[in-house]
């Protein structure tokens, strides 16, 4: 099953790049390897704002990767983490983004004129020194879940 995000799966549809190669990827590899194909993204991107600090939000959001049934909980192929990625971010203190306010490619357009529609989990914000930034240019928070769980590990940690 390939439901991942083209650009990630390598799906793309031939889009008569067979015939007269489009690029050199499609040249070595058919329409699977073409590089043409471009993000049509749902927010304009505004410069990032790298003089505010990145906060934590203090509860989950509505999408929140950290709650039982999210696409990344239940295993979806179009999510980004799943459960064992999220426990080890919790557990490693290596952050994880909360999604709201960042870009998200609603389809992605060949020279060609074919598109092919995105993927709803594919977030793509601008990252600036490991630092995903809104499409409004202020940073992205970490998630509340992710800060939960976080606490939770911690207290387990100091129980032993
Ligand atoms: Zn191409």
Redesign the pocket.
Known sequence: MTTLPHHEAGDWPDVG?DEV???M??AQHGAR?????QPVYDLAQMPPRAELEPDTRASMCDGCAYRPRSPERTGDPDAAADLDDLQRLAATGRPFWCHEGMRRPIEWR??SGATVPGSPLDYQPLFVEGVPYRADGSPAARCGGWAAFRRKHEQRAGER
């Open positions: 790049n190669p489009c690029c990827g499609s390897g073409c590089t043409c194909w060949h020279p």
